[in-house]
């Protein structure tokens, strides 16, 4: 056990590592600095060191990181040096996506199952997997050794996809449903609301329309100020 626990703001920022590690990776660099990261990043370079310090990764001077060694590392705290199956519930069109998403096998998450409770879609393929019924979600779960749960249900049905895949023992649902669902205690969930997030998009453009108007407003007046001046 680590003697120090990792908040869980520094876990939420390690998958933005990960992934700018990887985009230089695939430019060819092999070492980074704090700076460097955390302007790949969107964060400041003091919180790039205190997030990889919980690591036991604290650099060379004058060097700064190994970008392989620390890839290697963050993936091992996140638990992607495994793969882990991953069950889709509900297949309409946002599941469909989700199924067809070749990002999540390379990043070690494997679609094992999807399944829905239209009976009129089982049996349907969806790339390499074929609906299955959701009455028999326990037994897929039991069988494919799925650790994650992923519902992209419509809201009505989303608390119940939740219920019976903790029902069937997953541990961990990622929630895309446009609804708040419970779970126990031993459960993580997160929850993926696109809406929300274009909601607040919609508030910073309107603050940047407001504060355009202003400074627009502003030029037209002392415009008009000089055009009076004798």
Avoid at 112 to 127: F, M, S, T, W, Y
């Amino acid at each position: 056990m680590r003697e120090r626990a990792i908040p869980e703001a520094t876990v939420a920022r390690l998958p933005l590592y990960l992934r700018s590690l990887a985009e230089m990776t695939d430019r060819g660099m092999h070492t980074v600095s704090s700076e460097g990261l955390a302007d790949a990043a969107g964060v400041n370079s003091a919180k790039v060191r205190k997030d990889l310090s919980y690591l036991g990764s604290y650099g060379t001077r004058g060097v700064g990181y190994d970008i392989e060694y620390l890839i290697y590392q963050i993936s091992r705290e996140l638990g992607l040096t495994q793969d882990w199956n991953c069950v889709i519930v509900g297949v309409g069109n946002l599941g469909h996506a989700l199924a067809n998403y070749r990002g999540f096998s390379a990043r070690g998450f494997r679609v094992a199952a999807l399944v829905d409770a239209d009976e009129r879609k089982v049996g349907e393929r969806v790339g390499e997997l074929a609906i299955e019924d959701f009455e028999d979600l326990e037994r897929i779960v039991k069988e494919r050794q799925v650790s994650i749960g992923i519902v992209a249900t419509p809201a009505v049905a989303a608390q119940d996809a939740a219920d019976r895949l903790v029902s069937a023992g997953v541990k961990s649902i990622l929630n895309f449903a446009p609804a708040v669902i419970t779970v126990p205690d031993d459960v993580s969930l997160r929850k993926v609301d696109l809406s929300i997030e274009l909601q607040i998009l919609s508030f910073y453009e309107q603050r940047k329309a407001a504060l355009e108007s202003l400074r627009r407003g502003k030029r037209l007046t002392a415009s008009a100020a000089k055009s009076t001046r004798p």
